[in-house]
């Protein structure tokens, strides 16, 4: 009989990547089979998170959880970002942990599952040439992994240490595993990277030379692949050349994640994001005038260190300015081995926001975010989509699908819509939900 494994997949969709790729390995690698529930699994897998909220009190909650229900032959295992920066932590702190595997090293649960009490977390390690084993299962839409890794300094964020340097995966390698999805029915590919839009600035071995636009662009001459979506891309990074690509080309989709995470110059400079509140609103003035319906979403950090009122409302200016179609907010929380955390330890005079004007400000852009939308929305009575369709909402008997540009879109229909694409003309607006019917030709 096949060994079983249970998977808990936290924060991003490079975390739900390396969970698919943990998957695919373990079940071609050592006749895994996938279950969901932890009770009869022969192994629980733990793939964390360090950019959550609280991630190590999460991880030692989740741990103790599973140690209860768990058969008494079952290991656990604890992956990902809080593995990283952890490692040895986690061992000596739960002797119900078999093993501790970081985000950098993937590659390695085949073997890993094998040792007894160890931590693999070398966040140098390279397997960007790694050839993973491929999930056979047919899927309408897939992910794929352009890069590892992050060479940005960002003062609030852990992800350099928990992920290593920045190395570009061989364009061949994703061009092939790209083909192979399409060739099992995969018509949406989504390109994953911390930075995704600075692809091809290192490869761990001799690579001709390619960009982010050009990859692209190979992609898309991918025969029966109907979209490419990817994230998250920085605003640094957003050349001419790129938005003339991402402009023209009909395969990309016109939706764009550009996290801001401060409206303030000085904020911006605190974070070293790289780039002013000026140079994000060109960049989508500039898209913006090629592509008129562009949907633009972002990430909003309030509260960091010294952030003032003047301060906030730049960040509101530029909400108002850009009227994102999506918002990802939070209030700052100090990370370990970040470069704020260090400033806050070394200098007892920076100035922290009060919790209660952080709370505040966070739930004024929240709100304005959500009139915002309501106005936007409104608009799109009338308007006529092309959504692939993707699940079927069993409790309301509705399809759902998304646009070109990342809209949510329900139909009714007596014909089963899952993958297939349909014009769609929106006839009524429920706050944040589109609701459509199909267009007769």
């Known amino acids: 009989m096949n060994k079983k494994l249970f998977i808990e997949t936290l924060g991003c969709a490079m975390n739900e990547r390396d969970s698919a790729h943990i998957i695919a390995e373990l079940r071609e690698k050592e006749s895994y089979c996938l279950t969901d529930n932890p009770r009869e699994a022969d192994l629980i897998l733990i793939n964390t998170c360090s950019v959550r909220e609280k991630p190590e009190k999460k991880l030692f909650s989740e741990i103790g959880q599973y140690a209860k229900l768990k058969k008494s032959n079952a290991k656990i295992g604890v992956c990902g970002c809080t593995a990283s920066h952890l490692g040895d932590t986690i061992l000596k702190r739960s002797k119900a942990v078999d093993f501790v595997l970081g985000a950098r090293n993937v590659s390695k649960i085949a073997q890993i599952i094998h040792k007894e009490r160890v931590a693999w977390v070398d966040i140098d390690y390279d397997d960007s040439a790694y050839v993973f084993s491929q999930n056979s299962n047919s899927t309408l839409k897939g992910m794929i992994n352009i890069s590892i890794g992050c060479d940005k300094q960002c003062t609030y964020c852990i992800v350099p240490h928990t992920r290593g340097n920045e190395i570009s995966i061989p364009a061949q390698l994703i061009l092939d595993e790209a083909r192979k999805m399409v060739e099992n029915g995969t018509k949406e590919i989504l390109l994953l990277g911390q930075n995704v839009n600075n692809y091809g600035r290192r490869f761990s071995s001799e690579h001709r030379a390619i960009n982010f636009t050009q990859l692209l662009n190979e992609i898309s001459q991918i025969n029966g692949l109907e979209r490419i979506r990817f994230t998250s891309p920085h605003p640094l990074h957003m050349d001419d050349d790129f938005i003339a690509e991402f402009a023209r080309n009909p395969k990309i989709c016109k939706a764009i994640h550009m996290p801001l995470q401060s409206g303030s110059n000085v904020i911006l400079q605190k974070m070293k994001r790289g780039y002013t509140k000026e140079w994000f609103l060109n960049r989508v003035e500039k898209m913006r005038s090629l592509i008129p319906d562009l949907s633009i979403g972002t990430d909003i950090i309030v509260g960091f260190p010294t952030e003032s009122e003047e ?57 304005r ?72 030709h």
């Open 369 to 440: 975010h959500k009139e915002i939308l309501v106005e936007e929305n409104a608009k799109q009575l009338g308007k006529i989509h092309k959504i692939l369709f993707e699940s079927f909402d069993e409790t309301n008997a509705l399809f759902e699908g998304r646009s070109d540009t990342n809209k949510l879109v329900r139909v009714q229909s007596k014909s089963d819509l899952i993958g297939k694409f349909y014009d769609v003309k929106i006839h009524q607006v429920k706050g944040a939900q589109l609701l459509g019917e199909i267009v007769k």
């Open 311 to 367: 301060d906030f409302l730049d960040t509101l200016d530029v909400l108002e300015k850009v009227r994102f179609d999506t918002l990802y907010s939070f209030i700052y929380s100090p990370r370990p081995h970040t470069q704020a955390q260090k400033w806050l330890e070394m200098d007892k005079n920076i100035e922290l926001v009060e919790e209660e004007v952080a709370k505040s400000r966070l739930a004024h852009l929240k709100n």
